[in-house]
């Protein structure tokens, strides 16, 4: 399994696979427009990765400055959005295939590590509850703490509407190395 950044350079041969997997992963709803997805996953400021099994890719996580995304609820009201100190993780999705085998774990464990690497101090996100129990549970395990629940925000008939809103800390790095 290989892990790497996905940028301007790269985008094109990974595309088609991350839209069928996101479209496979994600109701309606919390769907991205590719577009958004290109634009996320080309931005130098961003931390966005793409695991592959040869050339089949196999998950992605998606991340860029909290400023990006002040329209989106949640972030709008992040106390650190205008600080360029939030990395807002956008998207994580595996393969169905390739889910139960750590792929999520390895993919945010990385954008953490680079998030830091980049000068970040924290990753922000949001968790749809219940319908994305999965990603919460790994997220909380790997430090995030709810910053607060927003109501009513799919609006899409399933239940329930509500998302989770997280900071995770990231370690200062030490200055003397």
Request: glycine share 10%; net charge negative.
């Amino acid at each position: 399994m290989d892990i790497e950044r996905l940028n301007k350079h790269n985008w094109a041969r990974y595309r088609n696979q991350i839209l069928v997997i996101e479209k496979n992963a994600y109701e309606a709803a919390r769907r991205d427009e590719p577009r958004t997805l290109e634009r996320i996953a080309c931005n130098p400021a961003g931390v966005s990765l793409v695991a592959t099994e040869g050339d089949q890719v196999t998950g992605f996580c998606l991340g860029g400055p909290l400023e990006d995304f002040a329209h989106v609820h949640g972030p709008n009201t992040d106390p650190t959005l205008s600080s360029r100190t939030t990395l807002y993780s956008a998207d994580t999705c595996v393969a169905s295939q390739w889910q139960g085998r750590g792929l999520g774990r390895q993919l945010k464990l990385a954008q953490l590590v680079q998030a830091a690497g980049a000068g970040y101090r924290i990753v922000s996100g949001r968790n749809r509850a219940g319908l994305a129990h999965a990603m919460w549970v790994l997220n909380r395990s790997l430090g995030a703490r709810a910053l607060h629940l927003i109501e009513n925000d799919y609006a899409d008939g399933l239940e329930p509407d509500l998302c989770i809103y997280y900071h995770i800390t990231l370690p200062v790095p030490d200055e003397g190395q």
